[in-house]
């Protein structure tokens, strides 16, 4: 043979000859060539091969020679020229055998990596793991039926599973939890009986800090096994639980082995991808020169593919990017929402890169810089997708060694960024129509070609077009695809041309096609989902936007994601393409109206809300709540149970818990913003969202003053107070702090009015203004009773104190803190104040009482999580020991903190390297 054979049975039955793909026929070939090929090398007989064929059927009389007829029609397929006495099916005294290399079969490849990986490290073998398991690119043996090919499908599909699990096993081993959780969700959908996925999804959940969600999968499973094979689970799940519950620190990663993996952020590679292939190669050609530019910038009209493109050329290149791939959508286009703002796509970047919220830079420029540094030596790929304009994306394009920046655009740019450019079109012909087979079937499409090719020339073989009419299609079997096309050419000419200039053919009568076919329901969550203006939304939310019950939401949503007129990028969150959302808002506009639509909208601000103040809650339990909207029985909340639950809802629907803010105001909800603002405020200020969290709260006030209540209007000066205090804006922060001062004060509000004076306390501080900081601390104890309050007041009142050398003043007053946190179940601040009292005991130069001190604080930090206390209290009684001369404490101790500040990506790890250093010499 002059050209190499290849085979795939994990997916379709295929066969290559070089780079051209074989013919093999019918069903019946293919079946007859799946069943040679896994019998890797060895005989298969002829009455195997006929049951293989006809197997559960009725089995023709000519049955042995129509199966030599599929063997030399295969024999010819495969070699043509080639004698049967030297084909690589030779015959058998049986029937035939398959002369193969494993190498040459995808079953083989997998078989190959699967035994290395046995045998290799950790970390070789999550790579070769990796890519035993790309090598599946669809349903095992898809289009051949019959007991035999499902048989095998069960085989192999458990083979695919060992795989899997070791995948994950290692992903956990090694440190990269969320890559194990983005696979470990999908798994445990598809296979809800299959214990271990659940134990390993558990394992993730709880190492990412999701106590509750890992208890909840558990949960589940069990109630599942109970109601439908009346079992309980496994007693290694059940030990697993209950570590959980205990919060047992042996289950997470150790700091000694686990693999410092950079960011894991593409999204998934699209199944079935098609064409493209001398785009494929000319990008793949850029990385080849010496002398290439870092970026390269993938641009086409809309619909035609650049993210779809970008992403699996991003995932084919991925293993020469070791240090990780980022992902950012820049909202360039998306008709509901503006395009992000450079401050807020740094802080994403950064967040990604492991920069902790305390370490986040405020401005523009501190973010710019971080960004710079952090990339300076990193070998990365950066996925910009979206891109509006070259203002929108140049700042994030800084110099790189050895890393690949992608862009996606609807505009070239001209020569305001450098780069080399892969420009997309429509697809040609043969692709476009290889495009409907990927999705239809082969069989299907060659047997209506003309058909097909109808169908993609009225597409305009546009890629989104062509996505949708076979998602149509793909969902009627049975329709011919004359009765599609036919069905299709109804809408053409009728509809205007789409709105989007960049857009050649009539998508519009494409989407309407599709639109018309969804049943009432599906059709007006559809429209209904287009007056959100964040990007994707979970099922809680589009069932309170649509006033329906979650089950019946989840029905419909399945409904318009196999129309492909939703997207589900991430697991249980959905969204539109931008094309599809203009159209939905088209059709919004045209049918509902304004009574739905502000109806719809309320639904969902009750939501947002209620949910928001329930996680509030569980993260800050110990502020003071303001509730001034009390929950209607039909809105729908969040199963939100603990605090690692409420902060992943808080990461999750940020960015749409801050469009609602403004929708809410915009709209003349002055409750629903106020209080959204309101429970917005710790998790902006602990996440480090503070230029975010000044809009968000300047929002927030003006809706209290609006609302006219005294006590509102004054919790809102407050709390924008602190924020302009967070963001450096001093003068604002003064004015508003004692605005709100005065007004809880005529308001009667005692508990607040320390709460402010304490703000104003901690910005004198920072100012170096002891004077005017003791002077407001002492106002904050004046007017607090309750416990926290005073308590807040006393420890900041001590550390200014000590600030000043009155160390022993200092302590009297946190011991009197802490006995005021203990009466009022504060923990946290119990905490903070024993290791305020060990730097001031440490101060006095009483080591032994500071190291107590110290050591109750590291205690309570590593019960309630709070990696970033332990570390900075374990660093303090590094110090101490060291004073007291007890080298092997210090140095375990800084070890400790070391690891920790690594883990968190936090500058100290530098310093306590060098501390370590310092020990050693």
Request: with cysteine; glycine share 8%; aromatic share 6%.
């Amino acid at each position: 043979m002059d050209e190499e054979l290849r085979f795939t049975v994990l997916g379709p039955v295929r066969a290559w000859r070089g780079e051209r793909e074989v013919e093999l026929g019918s069903r019946q070939p293919r079946a007859v060539l799946a069943a040679l090929l896994l019998h890797e090398g060895t005989d298969t007989s002829i009455a195997e091969l006929v049951d293989v064929v006809w197997g559960g059927g009725d089995i023709p009389p000519t049955g042995t020679q129509v199966i030599r007829t599929y063997v030399h029609r295969l024999r010819r397929a495969l070699e043509p020229g080639q004698s049967a006495a030297d084909s690589i099916i030779t015959s058998t005294t049986i029937g035939y055998r398959l002369r193969t290399d494993p190498a040459s079969v995808d079953l083989g490849c997998f078989q190959q990596l699967l035994a290395v990986a046995e045998a290799a490290a950790p970390v070789d073998a999550l790579d070769q793991l990796r890519r035993a398991i790309a090598l599946w690119t669809g349903p095992v043996l898809a289009g051949i039926p019959g007991d035999y090919a499902e048989s095998q499908r069960v085989r192999l599909n458990q083979l695919r599973l060992t795989a899997l699990e070791r995948q994950a096993r290692l992903q956990l081993e090694l440190g990269a939890v969320p890559e194990a959780l983005a696979g470990l969700t999908g798994l445990v959908d598809d296979h809800p009986f299959d214990e271990r996925f659940a134990e390993l999804l558990m394992l993730a959940l709880y190492a990412s800090g999701r106590q509750a969600e890992a208890l909840a999968v558990y949960r589940r499973l069990r109630s599942r096994l109970a109601e439908e094979l009346g079992t309980n689970p496994g007693q290694e799940l059940r030990t697993l639980q209950d570590r959980i519950i205990r919060a047992d620190p042996d289950l997470l990663p150790s700091a000694s082995t686990t693999l410092v993996a950079g960011p894991a952020q593409l999204p998934a590679d699209h199944y079935g991808f098609a064409g493209r292939q001398p785009e494929l190669a000319a990008a793949t050609a850029i990385l080849e020169r010496p002398d290439r530019e870092p970026t390269v910038l993938v641009t086409g009209m809309a619909g035609v593919g650049k993210t779809t493109f970008a992403v699996h050329w991003a995932h084919a290149i991925a293993d020469r990017f070791p240090d990780g791939q980022l992902y950012l959508n820049l909202r360039g286009f998306d008709p509901a929402r503006p395009a992000m703002p450079t401050e807020e796509a740094f802080f994403l970047v950064l967040e990604a890169l492991g920069v902790p919220p305390q370490e986040m830079p405020k401005d523009l420029d501190g973010r710019a810089a971080t960004y710079e540094r952090l990339l300076a030596n990193r070998r990365i790929l950066v996925l910009l997708d979206n891109a509006r304009d070259a203002e929108q994306v140049a700042p994030l394009l800084v110099g790189t060694t050895g890393g690949l920046f992608v862009v996606t655009s609807r505009h070239q740019f001209g020569g305001s960024v450098r780069g080399a450019v892969i420009a997309l079109d429509v697809l040609p012909p043969v692709e476009a129509i290889e495009f409907l087979g990927g999705r239809l079937g082969d069989q299907r499409v060659r047997q209506e070609q003309s058909a097909a090719a109808a169908i993609a020339e009225r597409c305009g073989r546009l890629p989104l077009a062509l996505a949708v009419v076979a998602a149509r299609a793909a969902l009627n079997p049975a329709f011919r695809l004359t009765d599609i096309l036919a069905e299709l050419d109804e809408s053409l000419g009728r509809l205007d041309a789409f709105a989007d200039a960049d857009v050649a053919v009539d998508v519009r009568a494409v989407f309407s096609w599709s639109y018309r076919a969804l049943p009432p329901p599906a059709a007006a969550v559809f429209r209904l989902m287009s007056e959100l203006p964040w990007t994707t939304s979970n099922l809680v939310t589009i069932s309170s936007l649509a006033g329906g019950a979650i089950p019946v939401t989840e029905v419909l949503v399945a409904e318009l994601t196999a129309a492909h007129l939703l997207l589900e990028p991430v697991p249980g969150r959905f969204g539109y393409h931008d094309l599809v959302r203009a159209y939905a808002m088209e059709q919004l506009e045209a049918v509902d109206s304004v009574d739905v639509r502000r109806a719809a909208l309320v639904h969902v601000l009750d939501h947002f809300v209620q949910t928001a103040k329930v996680a509030e809650a569980l993260v800050n339990p110990h502020r003071p709540a303001v509730d001034i909207m009390p929950r209607r029985p039909e809105t729908l909340v969040d199963d939100i149970a603990d605090r690692p639950s409420a902060w992943a809802w808080f990461i999750a629907e940020y960015t749409a818990l801050v469009s609602a803010v403004r929708d809410a105001a915009r709209n003349g909800y002055d409750e629903h913003a106020w209080q959204l603002a309101w429970a917005l405020d710790t998790f902006q200020y602990r996440g480090g969202h503070w230029r975010e969290a000044v809009d968000v709260q300047r929002t927030g006030l003006a809706a209290a003053e609006r609302m006219g209540d005294m006590h509102l209007k004054a919790v809102a000066q407050y709390t924008l107070g602190k924020t302009y205090i967070d963001v450096g804006e001093r003068d604002a922060a003064r004015d508003l702090l004692e605005k709100a001062v005065a007004g809880f004060r005529q308001a009667g509000s005692e508990e607040a009015e320390s709460s402010a004076y304490v703000a104003l306390g901690n910005m004198y501080s920072d100012e170096g203004r002891s004077a005017e900081a003791v002077q407001n601390y002492q106002e904050a104890l004046r007017h607090g009773s309750e416990p926290i309050a005073r308590a807040t007041a006393m420890n900041n009142l001590a550390n200014e104190y000590s600030t000043l050398g009155d160390h022993e003043l200092a302590v009297t007053m946190l011991l009197q803190a802490i006995e005021l946190w203990q009466a009022a179940g504060d923990r946290h601040g119990e905490a903070n104040s024993w290791d305020s009292l060990g730097h001031a005991q440490q101060m006095l130069g009483d080591l032994p009482a500071a190291a107590t001190w110290y050591l109750r604080a590291i205690d309570a930090f590593r019960e309630l999580g709070d990696r970033y206390n332990e570390a900075m209290s374990l660093a303090n009684y590094g110090d101490n020991r060291v004073s007291l001369h007890d080298l092997a404490a210090a140095r375990e101790a800084w070890q400790r903190a070391l690891e920790l500040f690594a883990e968190l990506r936090h500058p100290m790890a530098g310093k306590l390297e060098q501390k370590l250093s310092s020990l050693a010499g």
